[in-house]
């Protein structure tokens, strides 16, 4: 194997602990996606809700985006919807004739506490009940840490991959 394909065991270490990290991620979030608690908002409208809330109530569908923690293709649509139902409105800001302001309603600010209450009673359990406090406080400044550490990480440089003869 040519230098160009060996893995270094440091790699295969950070590799490992991507995995463990997002496995452990899958599975806890099937748990939550399985809980009796959503029958009023969905999982991916409740981080709607819940970025909207945290971000003072109003955001430009482009900020929405960035802060949403599900993997969301279609943002626009979801909040389409959302407006249809009453939890969320859309207008134009006035410094951006181009732009999209989202706005959470009454109703989704209503449903947004009631389901938040609920769902943190269920990471309460699903991680509580696994790791205690300390081992708690240990796992999220590693996982700050390593949040942190992204911007001052270089990206991949994208050379060409051969072809094998």
Known sequence: MDDAHRVSAAERTAAATWEALFRTQVVVLR???????WD?????????????????????????TEGILLAQSSVSRLVERM????LVTRSTPADDARGTLVTITDLGRRLQRETGAE???????????????EQQAQLRGLLEALRAAQAGIPAMDRAPRRRRA
């Open 40 to 64: 009023q908002v969905s999982l991916r409208e409740y981080d709607v809700l819940f970025v909207l809330v945290e971000g003072g109530g109003a955001l430009r569908l482009r900020e929405l």
């Open 119 to 133: 769902h943190v009673r269920a990471i309460g359990r699903y991680v509580g009940e696994a790791l205690d406090e």
């Open 31 to 37: 748990r939550l996606q399985d809980d009796p608690i």
């Open 83 to 86: 407006e249809k139902r009453g």
